[in-house]
C-alpha cells in the first residue's frame, strides 16, 4: 500500500513455489547475523489466498517463529509486521528500537522492531527484522493479522531505524536474494477473481515464472523510476472508444527520479491497494457521464448503476491493457440488504504525491513480475523494471459481464446474511488450495518459449521514459468491443489483443539475456489433405450411428404394438401419494431466492 493507501468498500470492507534449491551450511548467528536456509519440501506452502471481496486485499502465509500468520502481500511499502496480540511466541530478540507506520486511513502498525525467524514458502530467514505491532488497528478481522512489504528496500522504516545499529534490518526478499546472487531477483504474481469469501489467491512465486504465461519474458520492460516505488509512466486510458490523457500533478514531491512528458502520467503497481486512486479528470470522464451516477464523498467515487458496464483499457507504450468491465465497477450490499454499486477508479486522496495507484483491480487484468535490479547486492548496474502480460479478452469479457454481474450480486447478499447472522470467522487463515501452476526457473522454460511463434504485440525491449504515440492511438473499441468509435483519436497502432499463455510478444529483453529468442519458424501451415480424409470418417461414423439409431426405433415400434396388458386381481394397490416413508406427510420442497439459475 502506497503510504499506506488502502481502499475499502462500505460496509463489508471497514468491518508458489521457487527455484533457489542450493545446500546451505547452517552456522552459528550472532544477534546481527542473517542467515537464509531453503526447504523445497514447503515449496508450495505459500497459503496465497484472495480475500478482495470480502476485504479487499490478497493474503499469504508467514510463519513467524514457527507460528503461522495470514498476511496482507504489499508491493507498496517494504516492511514486516505482524499484530502478534492474543499470541505467545517466544525467541524474539528485542532491537531496542521502535517502528510506525502510519496509513493514509488513519490507520498504524506499531511496535518494536525484534529480530525473529521468519518463513515463506521454502525460504526461511533466521534474524529477519520485523515489527511486533501488537494491537494494530490496520489489520482486518478474518483475513489477515498483518503486512509483508515486497517493495523497494529503501521505502522500508526498518531498514533505516536500523541503518547504524549492529542488526540488519534489509527486507525480507532482499534477503532472500542477496543470500542466493547467482539466482534472479524477481517475482511475479497472478491474481484471481472471487466472488464471495476467501478462496485461492492465484500465484506469488519467487523466481520462478508460471509455465503457461511464461511469454511475459518478451513483453516491453517498464522502467522504475523510482528508488523507493514500483513507479512507472502510463500513456493514457480508452474508456469507450475516447482517449484521455495527460492532466497528471508533475515530478514534484514524488518520488519519481525521472520526468515524464506532458501526456504520461506516473503510476504506481500497489498490490497492497484495493481500487484505482487516480486524478479527478479521469474519474469524472470514466463515470460522470453515466444515467444515473452520483458522486459520494464517502466513497470518494461515483455511486453508478449496478448495470454499468465499461470498457477500459490502459496503455503503456505498446502495450494495452483492457480492464475486464466487472473490475470497473464494485458491489456493496448493506446491513440491510441494499444493493449499491460503485466505480473501482476513485479521486486520489488529498496531498497524495501520485497520479495513479493500481491496485487489485488493475493487477487481476494481467500476470506481472518485478525484477528488483540493483536494488540487491547481486545486480549491480542492473537497473530494476516491472513487465505486465495482458489477460484479459475485451470481446469475451463483454460478452460474460451480464451473468457474471448477477452472480456476484446473489453471492454477496448471501454473504452479508452470513455476516448478519454472526455466521462468518473472525479468524484469519488461509483458503485452502486445490489449483496448481506448473512453476520454473527462466532457463527451464527457455525452450519452449522458443518454439512459439512471435505474436502480434510490437517488438520493444524496454519502454522509454519519454516515449509517447507520435499519434493518438486508435481505441481497441468503444461502446461494443467490435465496433469502432467515429470520435476516437487516429493513429499508428494500438495492440488490443491479450496475450494468451502461448504467445511470444516480440524480442524483448528477459531477465535473462542470454535466454532463446522466439522462433521465426512458420508454424500455421494446414495440412488440407489429412482434413478432407478427417472430415470423410467423420461423415461416415455419423451415417453409421443414424441407420442404428433408426433400427432402435422400428424395432420399439413393433415390440409396442405386440403387447398385451393384463390385469392383475386381487392387488392392494398404495394410496396415491404414498412414498418411501408412508407414516411421514410429504413435505415441499423450501426454495429460496438464491436457487433462481439466473443469480448464479
Not at 503486512?147 to 532472500?176: D, E, H, K, R, T
Not at 460478452?399 to 452470513?418: H, S, T, V
Request: aromatic content about 10%; glycine content about 8%; overall charge negative.
Amino acid at each position: 500500500m502506497f503510504a499506506g493507501l488502502v481502499f475499502l468498500s462500505l460496509s463489508s470492507l471497514l468491518a508458489t513455489g521457487h527455484a533457489l534449491k542450493f545446500p546451505v551450511q547452517r552456522r552459528a548467528a550472532s544477534h546481527s547475523d542473517t542467515v537464509v536456509v531453503t526447504n523445497p519440501a514447503n515449496a508450495n506452502n505459500v497459503g496465497f489466498s484472495d480475500a478482495w471481496q470480502a476485504y479487499g486485499l490478497y493474503t499469504i502465509t508467514v510463519y513467524v517463529q514457527g507460528q503461522p500468520f495470514q498476511v496482507q502481500l504489499d508491493t507498496g511499502s517494504s516492511d514486516l509486521w505482524i499484530d502478534t496480540s492474543n499470541v505467545t511466541i517466544d525467541g524474539f530478540i528485542d532491537t531496542g528500537y521502535n517502528s510506525t507506520d502510519i496509513y493514509a486511513d488513519s490507520t498504524e502498525s506499531s511496535g518494536p522492531i525484534v529480530m525473529a525467524n521468519v518463513s515463506v514458502g521454502e525460504f526461511l530467514v533466521e534474524g529477519q527484522a520485523m515489527i511486533n505491532a501488537i494491537d494494530s488497528n490496520a489489520t482486518a478481522a478474518g483475513a489477515d493479522v498483518g503486512l509483508l512489504g515486497i517493495g523497494p528496500p529503501l521505502a522500508s522504516q526498518i531498514f533505516w531505524q536500523l541503518l547504524n545499529s549492529s542488526y540488519s534490518g534489509m527486507p525480507f526478499l532482499n534477503n532472500v536474494f542477496n543470500y542466493h546472487p547467482d539466482e534472479q531477483a524477481f517475482i511475479t504474481l497472478l491474481l484471481t477473481r472471487s466472488n464471495i469469501g476467501i478462496t485461492e489467491g492465484g500465484v506469488f512465486s519467487i523466481s520462478e515464472l508460471v509455465v503457461d504465461y511464461a511469454s511475459i519474458l518478451d513483453t516491453p520492460q517498464l522502467p522504475v523510476h523510482s528508488d523507493t516505488d514500483f513507479l512507472t509512466f502510463m500513456d493514457g486510458i480508452y474508456v469507450n472508444g475516447e482517449f484521455l490523457t495527460g492532466h497528471s500533478m508533475g515530478v514534484n514531491g514524488t518520488s519519481a527520479n525521472a520526468i515524464p512528458n506532458e501526456n504520461q502520467t506516473l503510476v504506481v503497481l500497489d498490490s497492497g491497494t484495493t481500487l484505482i486512486p487516480a486524478p479527478q479528470y479521469y474519474v469524472d470522464a470514466i463515470y460522470g457521464n453515466i444515467p444515473g451516477a452520483n458522486f459520494s464523498s464517502t466513497m470518494n467515487t461515483y455511486e453508478v448503476p449496478c448495470s454499468t458496464k465499461l470498457n477500459i483499457s490502459m496503455l503503456f507504450g505498446d502495450i494495452l491493457v483492457p480492464i475486464d468491465p466487472i473490475d470497473a465497477t464494485m458491489v456493496n450490499v448493506t446491513d440491510d440488504g441494499s444493493v449499491q454499486c460503485f466505480g473501482t477508479f476513485a479521486y486520489m486522496f488529498d496531498g497524495t504525491p501520485l497520479d495513479f495507484l493500481l491496485g487489485d483491480t488493475f493487477l487481476r487484468n494481467v500476470y506481472s513480475l518485478f525484477y528488483y535490479g540493483n536494488w540487491t547486492a547481486a545486480s549491480v548496474g542492473t537497473a530494476p523494471y516491472m513487465q505486465v502480460l495482458p489477460l484479459t479478452d475485451p470481446d469475451a469479457a463483454w460478452a460474460n459481464f451480464d451473468a457474471l454481474n448477477l452472480q456476484r450480486i446473489g453471492q454477496l447478499e448471501w454473504q452479508q446474511m452470513q455476516a448478519n447472522a454472526n455466521i462468518t470467522s473472525s479468524y484469519a487463515e488461509a483458503a485452502s488450495m486445490s489449483v496448481t501452476y506448473s512453476l520454473a526457473p527462466p532457463s527451464a522454460v527457455r525452450t519452449s518459449i522458443s518454439s512459439v511463434p512471435p505474436s502480434s504485440v510490437p517488438s520493444t525491449s524496454v519502454f522509454p521514459s519519454s516515449a509517447t504515440p507520435s499519434s493518438s492511438p486508435s481505441p481497441p473499441f468503444s461502446n461494443s468491443p467490435s465496433s469502432p468509435s467515429s470520435n476516437s483519436p487516429s493513429s499508428n497502432s494500438a495492440n488490443s489483443s491479450p496475450a494468451t499463455p502461448s504467445s511470444t510478444p516480440g524480442s524483448a529483453v528477459r531477465p535473462n539475456a542470454d535466454l532463446a529468442s522466439s522462433s521465426s519458424g512458420d508454424s500455421s501451415s494446414v495440412n488440407l489433405s489429412g482434413l478432407t480424409r478427417n472430415s470423410y470418417i467423420i461423415m461416415g461414423l455419423i451415417g453409421g450411428v443414424l441407420v442404428l439409431l433408426i433400427g432402435v426405433l422400428i424395432k420399439l415400434v413393433k415390440d409396442s404394438r405386440n403387447q398385451q396388458y393384463r390385469a392383475v386381481p386381487n392387488i392392494i394397490r398404495p394410496p396415491m401419494h404414498f412414498n418411501d416413508k408412508p407414516y411421514e406427510p410429504e413435505s415441499e420442497e423450501f426454495t429460496t431466492p438464491y436457487d433462481d439459475p439466473a443469480r448464479r
